[in-house]
């Protein structure tokens, strides 16, 4: 044996070595402290005697072994098997289980019946008995989060959606169950449990069998203090032990849990561990082997090895280890096959007892906007490093949506990801981060983010007995009781619900700690409005609130509310009538609506009332029936159809038609209209019985369904301009809503939904408010913008300013308005005459302002107005004022003209006016839209005014209003009647109005309006004005009184209120900071002034100003301001803006303050200093895409930015500022941009920086030209562009990769053409169609060069109507073209298919006619009349001989890329065709693509067909003797007219010769057909030959005669036996290849359908995808081979090929997809052998590391498969390293099979050792099988 230990110097045989080695490495850990300062901890070892030293030595060598062939991947889940070792951390305890934290990001679980068999006993024990064991406690009382643990997997179980769980155990039984007694040694470190207490102290269980472990109470001591979890351990408690003392052979041996004993162990060689007793959490010194890029190899304890991934290298050290480094180290795992060990450098684990680093809680969720990537590993996932510095982790389904969509090129170095941390790895002290957008968006993520009340949408996984259950997302489950499947209790749920159902359902209760969660579905629950009641604290008596009974009994009902609040509603609180049996008026589960009347928190005691209100019971209930329905039915925003039941003096009462009527609704007056007048007219026009169309559900509380009719209102709700509840509103949103209450202080606002806010009477009107009730009635539609909200007490402030609500466009608001009031009229008008009967109503309809009426005076009263009467007046009174009486002096009883200016319905009157310049008939002129007009006001309504134009006397309505806020007018501001006024018109046509329509024109100023300057500051709270005496630099101390984002308001002292500008706060103000939020509100300050504001203008006043004392001091608290020196902000002089902004220069950085982005201006505004403004253009605030496609988004409001500064703005009031520094348009330069234009087939206009536009040409677009270039360009979408050059005013851009990301080495398909220069004679070049003219096509190569297309060059068919070029090749058709020749600036292209290998432009099925057509013909009548000796054999093959001599034949082999070729490979011509012209003639009659395009039909004249047939090799003529008397025949001189009689014999000879030579020819067996006849004869000898047929196929051609050859397949097909398969076969692929060739697509799909009706499906499928990839059609392969998998799914052969064709593709990717999709659909049995050939392709054509991986995998599964070890070492052999090679047989011959399979092993690795090793390794071979049939037989005698 002593040569064996020479071989194999390492493991247990050499004991002396081991011995002396021992205190090396104790020296040598000594200096490791010394040095390496990381390596503060030690860890604990564990120990096992030898069971026989020969198997511990063969153990250890397999390690050896295994380790070089070890991947350094992070583990997965598919490598964990039963059995392997963890080294854990309890992530959960609960009752039944401990959630365990395992390395590389995955988790198990520990059932409580896995912790130790003493705690199981007690389990059962107490089962049994039925009664708490005091002795037994529960897991949260032995465990907690953070708990290193040792576990081993006793199951992997899969569940049915095939997620896998891992199922641990933490019995010291079953984890070390590889150590026996005699293993032990003291210093060990073993993990036990406690299975008894006794007196002195503890029996551990260490799980190994005969021994005794003993725990005594001194040793314990610090331990039990120190976890803090009572005076005593716990039986089941699992503990680190290290083993102090061994005795009696190990069967008695000492512990120790101190933990200062435990942290120090250090595993070392003298305590014996062996690879199958190894350990995790043992501490190791450990040396560095290699360093891989994913992690390192290390070897421990003298002859192991293991690795350590890169989530596990210290990440202080990261990747800077070196070989032979030795440091400390702790096993996290070993596998019990492979015995792979993998092992941990973090400093947290270096310690045994400790625990690793926690996450704090409100990290847990949180979204990372921006977290960089820094490193991605294609098997696993990526790593990111978070904003706070720490790394996180995701794995590759989390990084994108779906496989699909999933971009490597995405996660390079440095990119930048929004992530979302959802989980936290303990074991790898890494946060888990996704990127998916769904998980990012999520609302809820842990049970914990849920919260009682929620409403969430989930989806059904399960109905069960119990109830449904529910899944809320991925981690979240809840579930329905049974209860709370419906309103009421559903007998068939599965009827009305279905598994995968989307469902809406409301939080009842959720417990995170449990992870339960119940929910209810009941609809009035879930859809109720009123308070949630989930405590007991919140149900104050008079809360009115939802809840569902769950028992009623004679004493009354209990109720139950959220989170389990229970209350009783008592006998007499059940209804307002005695109700003697409450369980038959009440069922369980019934929804009800309830009042709480007391409640006793600490008691948790609640009563209630059924009785709500005072209501009589009758009445109740008839209210309360429909109510319900409606509840159901109707939801807010909702357009019905109504019908007027009744009219109440505030209101209708209306019945909905859609639900025939049983629906009960009001309409309050008010909601009737947007304008109020219109309200009362409809109200008094209505009657019962009248239809009122599209109404819309306005609210649901109270106890009927209110409805508007408010035009403004409803067009909100539908355009989702609207808030449905209090957390969606934001400051600065626009609302449209009515004014619910008007108060002496303000008006309060109610907007769909039930939201309310209020209008401080500050914020109500921009002029001056004395008394509210002036501005604003009840009802009445109002804009308002929303100042400031208060969480909470869930306060909403507005604004009703029309300065803060306008659009800013007030002539079109003010238009609308006047529009939607006509509108309404007409309606009404329509209403009434509807009517049937005749009515003063009715009467009143047909009068329109403009209409004529013939009149008697009736009275003239004292002020000068008449009034009038007639035959048309019915019911009305038409008056006139004294203004409108003109100069006509009229008496009583006068008749007389008038024209009607307005019809007052409501009040029956009609106002009519007598004026000349009215009445008189003028010629009609035609009136254009948005002309401006004189006019007079004639008359002014409460809406509008009527107005009558100066030159055509026309009368038109304007607007009074100009907004919906716009309600008062001081008496200078009002129209007044005789007013010339401007108009400007808008409806210019006759309508049923009788007026036009029009707007007040610009004479009117607004004044009204008050656009605030940007100059100036908005106070948002109006300060008042308080006279002061402050003056510039005085000290004041105050109050912050609010923090807005660019200011703080501050409290002086009880009256006077200052302002500190945000730029006043800071000394330094770091970029990025918001300072206001550095004060808080209450916060003291003391201040310095450096200036003041006027109250209402907001301007800054000069300190010598004589308001000064009456103004707003501006302050700041800037420590140099205060003690320095401080300077007037503002100049005396009026210049002073001009002045200030003149302090900046160009160029000059400032730090600013975001006030807000303007999204009308598209401008970024700022404020500098307090009365200093700027403005950033939009393409000047990033140079990031991104961050310009959503400004507004980016900068937040008040938040401190640096800016360039470039210039004053055109009013010289504003800096113009910049986030890019000065824009450069200089060339070479990158800029951003934004489209402005697209114009097709040219390209893009695009706006750059500083006002310039430039121009992108379509050459410039992309690196690769397409068909439609211009698509993904829209206006407004914003670009990176390269400046290519920037003359005067044209800016040439280019928008190419290539330009703008040089380094980034992208493929450029489509080179730029800057000159003629690049273009070169023959090559290829893609460009667009620009025009088709007479002279040709012309073509666009670049922004610069056309090249021309001669229509010969264009298509070899000849056309006469050009207009079918324009059709083929419109103009921007992207083509590909050859340049035949550039001379001087011209270039000559072509597009013919044998010049460019694509197809041919115009299609063969317009059956033109070919250019090349005339010469065959004219060719053919040469030839005739040069051959005057007429031919009388057959043997020639049509006219393709020339006059010219042809020279002696030879055989030859003309290869394939041959220019004359037909497309077949010719393998034996005939003649030997070296003439120029036929080869020209060849190349016109070929109409196949150019030899490298297309793949070759192959003859050997002979001719392969891709089946086997190369065997049938045909015998070949030899033809030295055909004819040498040919030449003469050829020969000029036979061409005399004359022949002598000697010459004339001759040619007789000849003749008579060469008709013998025919005939003995024809006779000769081994003769090679020569024409169709021949063939004939062939197939008629041998019908069934497919050779043959295919032969005759390739005659013709090779004549290019398509038709024919189709024809010889279709004869052939019809004339094959049907029991010849295989013969049919060949000539369908034949047919197949043909068609693939000369066909189109659709001819060859319809033979390839027929062909798998005649065939087996399978084979035609698979030798269709080989003519695919062989003609290069990858694309039609593909979706073949997806068909295959589909339709042959069962069929291991497609699922091969597919793999094959993938990776000779290159794409490795994929074939990885497809191995994994393989194994879901292939049975079990099959999976070995897939994998196998998976790795075997993966060897020849893919990735051999990937291979080796696959091979590695299956052998770690299945290592008894001895045909795949076979098939492994083969494929090494041929590929791998000797070490490789070697590694493997020394792993197979030490696997435990049967002899017969050993011997052949051993014999193997014999014989490569004699071939490829030396003597030394056959010796050593030897030795091993020696070994092997030793060790057999000495088992054999034991």
């Not at 790394?391 to 949506?401: Q, T």
């Not at 076979?1766 to 590929?1775: F, G, P």
């Amino acid at each position: 044996m002593a040569s064996v230990e020479e071989n194999f110097p390492r493991g247990g045989i050499q004991k002396k070595p081991t011995e002396g080695k021992t205190p090396n490495s104790k020296l040598e850990r000594d200096n490791l402290f010394d040095v390496h300062h990381e390596e503060k901890s030690q860890k604990r070892k564990r120990s096992q005697s030898d069971q026989g030293k020969q198997k511990k030595f063969k153990a250890d060598r397999t390690a050896a072994a295994k380790d070089s062939v070890v991947n350094i991947e992070p583990l997965s889940i598919e490598a964990v098997c039963e059995g392997m070792l963890f080294l854990g951390c309890i992530k959960e305890v609960s009752d039944y289980e401990l959630v365990v934290s395992l390395p590389n990001g995955l988790s198990g679980f520990v059932p409580v019946t896995q912790i130790s068999d003493a705690y199981s006993t007690l389990l059962s024990k107490q089962v049994a008995q039925g009664e708490l064991l005091e002795d037994l406690n529960s897991l949260s009382d032995m465990y907690s989060p953070g708990t290193l643990v040792r576990c081993v997997v006793t199951s992997v179980e899969k569940s049915a959606d095939g997620r896998r769980s891992i199922k641990l155990s933490i019995d010291p039984k079953k984890v070390n169950q590889g150590l026996n007694a005699s293993a032990l040694a003291s210093g060990m470190l073993l993990s036990g449990s406690v299975s008894s207490v006794e007196d002195h102290g503890y029996l551990i269980d260490i799980g190994v069998r005969g021994t005794h472990a003993f725990l005594p109470r001194q040793k314990a001591q610090n331990y039990i203090k120190a976890v803090k979890r009572g005076s005593d351990l716990k039986i089941g408690q699992n503990l680190n032990c290290v083993i102090v003392e061994v005795k009696n052979e190990g069967r008695v041996v000492r512990l120790s849990i101190d933990r200062s004993e435990v942290a120090a162990s250090l595993a070392t060689e003298r305590q014996n561990w062996s690879l199958s007793n190894l350990l995790p959490g043992l501490v190791v010194k450990a040396r560095v082997q290699k360093v891989a890029p994913l992690g390192i190899k290390v070897s421990f304890l003298s002859s192991f090895t293991g690795v350590v991934d890169f989530m596990h290298m210290d990440p202080e050290k990261s990747m800077n280890y070196s070989p032979d480094q030795v440091m400390k180290a702790c096993i996290l795992s070993v596998h019990p096959t492979s015995k792979v060990v993998r092992l941990t450098l973090r400093q947290a684990f270096l310690h045994p007892g400790g625990s690793p680093n926690q996450l704090c809680n409100d990290r847990m969720g949180a979204v990372v906007e921006e977290s960089t990537v820094k490193a991605f590993y294609k098997q696993f996932g990526a790593i990111f490093e978070l904003d706070d510095g720490t790394l996180a982790f995701a794995r590759l389904k989390h990084l994108s949506k779906n496989r699909k969509s999933f971009k490597p090129g995405a996660f390079k170095t440095g990119c930048k990801h929004k992530c979302r941390i959802i989980d936290y790895s303990l074991m790898d002290e890494m946060c888990i981060v996704s990127l998916k957008y769904q998980v990012i968006e999520a609302r809820f993520l842990r049970y914990q983010d849920i919260h009682t009340g929620d409403v969430v949408q989930g989806k059904i996984f399960a109905l069960r007995p119990i109830g449904m259950q529910v899944k809320v997302t991925d981690g979240i489950k809840g579930l329905v009781p049974s209860l709370h499947i419906a309103d009421v209790i559903l007998k068939q749920p599965e009827k009305k619900y279905n598994i995968g159902d989307e469902v809406k359902c409301r939080v009842l209760e959720c417990s995170p700690e449990g992870k339960k969660l119940i929910l209810t579905l009941k609809k009035s629950l879930v859809q109720s409005k009123l308070p949630i009641l989930s405590n007991y604290e919140d149900a104050k008596p008079g809360l009115v609130t939802h809840g569902f009974v769950v028992c009623a009994r004679e004493f009354g009902c209990i109720v139950k509310f959220y989170n389990d609040v229970k209350g009783l509603v008592p006998k007499n609180e059940l209804s307002s009538e005695p109700i003697s049996s409450p369980d038959k008026v009440f069922h369980e589960g019934q929804v009800v609506k309830v009042m709480v009347l007391k409640c006793e928190p600490q008691q948790e005691r609640l009563l209630l009332s059924f009785r709500l209100s005072s209501n009589p019971a009758q009445e109740d209930k008839k209210e309360c029936t429909p109510k319900k329905k409606q509840e159901v039915k109707y939801q807010i925003g909702e357009m019905v159809d109504v019908k007027v039941l009744k009219k109440k003096d505030n209101g209708l009462e209306v019945s909905i038609l859609e639900d025939e009527g049983n629906v009960i609704a009001w309409i309050p007056t008010v909601h009737l209209s947007d304008f109020v007048v219109n309200c009362k007219l409809l109200w008094h026009c209505l009657q019962e019985g009248d239809v009122l169309p599209r109404v819309m559900c306005l609210s649901d509380k109270g106890e009927r369904i209110t409805l508007s009719r408010k035009s403004a209102v409803i067009s909100a709700v539908q355009e989702e301009q609207v808030v449905r509840s209090f957390s969606e509103i934001q400051p600065g949103m626009l609302l449209t809503g009515y004014v619910r209450n008007v108060m002496p202080f303000g008006v309060f606002v109610e907007f769909p939904f039930g939201v309310t806010g209020l209008a401080p009477k500050v914020s109500m009107s921009d002029k001056f408010v004395t008394d509210t009730k002036d501005h604003f009635v009840v009802g009445q539609t109002v804009m308002a913008k929303v100042m400031s909200i208060d969480e909470e007490k869930q306060r909403v402030l507005l604004n009703l300013k029309v300065s803060e609500c306008s659009s800013g466009d007030s002539a079109a608001e003010s238009f609308s308005l006047l529009n939607q009031y006509f509108k309404e009229m007409k309606e009404i008008r329509n209403l009434l005459r509807r009517r049937g009967e005749p009515s003063t109503a009715r009467g009143l309809c047909e009068l329109v302002p403009g209409k004529e009426l013939q009149l008697v005076v009736q009275d003239v009263k004292e002020d000068g107005s008449a009034l009038f009467g007639g035959s048309c007046v019915t019911g009305w009174t038409a008056t006139a004022t004294r203004y409108h009486l003109g100069d006509k002096n009229i008496v009583p009883g006068e008749k007389t003209k008038a024209l009607v200016l307005h019809v007052d319905a409501l009040t029956s009157k009609v106002y009519v006016s007598l004026r000349e310049e009215l009445l008189k008939q003028r010629p009609k002129q035609q009136l254009t839209e948005n002309s401006q007009h004189s006019a007079i006001v004639q008359l002014v309504a409460e809406e509008f005014a009527i107005v009558s134009l100066l030159e055509t006397g026309q009368l038109a309505a304007v607007p009074v209003a100009s907004h919906f806020n716009d309600t008062f007018r001081f008496d200078s501001e009002k129209l007044k009647v005789g007013q010339t006024i401007s108009a400007t018109l808008k409806v210019v046509k006759v309508n049923d109005h009788g007026v036009l329509l029009a707007v007040q024109g610009p004479a009117k100023k607004n004044v009204f309006v008050r656009v605030r300057k940007e100059s100036e500051t908005p106070l948002e709270e109006v300060l008042p004005a308080v006279t002061h005496s402050l003056s510039l630099g005085d000290i004041v101390s105050g109050t912050v009184k609010s923090v807005k984002p660019t200011h703080v308001t501050v409290a002086i002292d009880d009256k006077l209120t200052g302002s500190i500008h945000a730029s006043r706060i800071l000394e330094e103000v770091p970029i990025g900071s918001f300072p206001t939020y550095t004060l808080k509100a209450g916060q003291k300050v003391t201040a310095r002034v450096i200036g003041g504001r006027e109250v209402n203008t907001h301007r800054y006043l000069p300190i010598t100003h004589p308001h000064f004392t009456r103004s707003i001091p501006e302050l700041s608290i800037r420590p140099s301001e205060i003690k320095g020196k401080v300077k007037a902000m503002i100049n005396p002089k009026e210049d002073s803006a001009l002045k200030k902004l003149g302090q900046y220069d160009v160029g000059q950085t400032v730090t600013c303050f975001v006030k807000k982005y303007n999204i009308l201006k598209n401008w970024l505004e700022v404020e500098v200093a307090p009365d200093i403004r700027g403005r950033i253009p939009h393409l000047l605030l990033s140079l990031n895409t991104k961050v310009l496609k959503h400004p507004e988004k980016s900068f937040k409001n008040g938040q401190a930015i640096s800016a360039t500064v470039t210039g004053t703005d055109v009013t010289e009031t504003n800096l113009c500022l910049s986030l890019t520094g000065i824009p450069s348009l200089e060339q070479g330069t990158i800029a951003v941009g934004m489209v402005t234009k697209v114009t097709p087939h040219v390209g893009l206009t695009i706006a750059l920086p500083g006002g310039k536009t430039g121009r992108v040409d379509i050459f410039h677009l992309s690196d690769t030209y397409t068909e439609n270039p211009l698509g993904d360009f829209k206006v407004g979408k914003i670009v990176r562009c390269y400046i290519l050059s920037s003359k005067k005013s044209k800016i040439q851009l280019s928008l190419r990769q290539s330009r703008l990301n040089p380094k980034s080495n992208s493929k450029v398909e489509d080179v730029e053409i800057t000159s003629i220069k690049d273009v070169k004679e023959g090559q290829l070049v893609r460009g667009y169609v620009k025009s088709i003219t007479s002279s040709g096509v012309f073509f666009g190569l670049s922004t610069s060069l056309l090249g021309r297309i001669l229509f010969q060059n264009v298509s070899p068919y000849f056309v006469q109507n050009h207009s079918l070029y324009e059709k083929y090749l419109p103009e921007g058709k992207l083509l590909t073209a050859k340049v035949l020749g550039v001379t001087g600036k011209h270039i000559e292209l072509s597009l013919l298919p044998e010049d460019t290998g694509m197809p041919g432009i115009l299609p063969e099925s317009l059956g033109l006619p070919r250019y090349d057509a005339e010469e065959e013909k004219r060719e053919a009548d040469d030839r005739e009349k040069g051959e005057e000796l007429k031919m009388k054999t057959k043997r020639r093959r049509g006219n393709s001989e020339s006059e010219k001599e042809v020279k002696p034949k030879k055989k030859k082999k003309i290869c394939s890329a041959d220019e004359n070729d037909s497309g077949i490979e010719v393998y034996y011509r005939e003649e030997e065709e070296e003439d120029d012209q036929e080869e020209e003639a060849a190349k016109k009659k070929s109409k196949i693509k150019k030899p490298g395009e297309a793949p070759r039909l192959q003859v050997s004249m002979g001719f392969t067909w891709d089946e086997d047939m190369n065997a049938m090799d045909m015998p070949v003529l030899n033809q030295k003797e055909e004819s040498s008397e040919s030449e003469e025949e050829e020969d000029p001189q036979s061409k005399r007219k004359k022949q002598t009689k000697k010459e004339k014999e001759l040619e007789k000879q000849k003749k008579e010769k060469e008709l013998c030579k025919l005939e003995a020819s024809l006779m000769d067996p081994s003769r090679q057909p020569q024409s169709a006849d021949d063939f004939d004869r062939l197939v008629l000898s041998s019908p069934n030959s497919s050779i043959l047929w295919l032969q005759y196929m390739a005659f013709h051609l090779q004549a290019t005669e398509i038709e024919k050859a189709r024809a010889v397949a279709e004869r052939a097909l019809k004339t094959i036996c049907f029991r010849e398969e295989q013969e049919k076969l060949n000539v369908w692929v034949a047919l197949l290849n043909l068609e693939n060739m000369y066909g189109t697509e659709e001819t060859l799909m319809k033979v390839f359908e027929r062909a798998v009706q005649y065939n087996e499906p399978l084979k035609v499928f698979q030798h269709l995808c080989d003519i695919y990839a062989n003609s290069e059609k990858y694309k039609q392969a593909e979706e073949l081979y997806h068909t295959m998998l589909k339709r042959f799914r069962q069929e291991k052969s497609v699922w091969l090929k597919y793999a094959s064709f993938l990776l000779k593709q290159g794409q490795t990717e994929a074939t990885h997809r497809l191995l994994e999709r393989a194994l879901k659909a292939l049975p079990t049995k099959e999976h070995v052998d897939v994998i196998s050939r998976f790795a075997q392709l993966e060897f020849r054509f893919g990735d051999p590391e990937h291979a080796k991986a696959l091979f590695e995998s299956t052998l770690s599964s299945y290592p008894k498969r001895t045909d795949i070890w076979s098939i492994y070492m083969d494929i090494m052999i041929k590929q791998g390293s000797q070490k490789e090679v070697r590694d493997i047989f020394e792993r197979v011959i030490h696997l435990s099979l049967a002899p017969k399979k050993m011997k052949f092993f051993f014999k193997r690795y014999l014989d490569y050792e004699k071939k490829f090793g030396t003597s030394e390794s056959v010796l050593a071979v030897k030795r091993a099988a020696l070994e092997y049939v030793e060790t057999k037989s000495s088992l054999a005698d034991t």
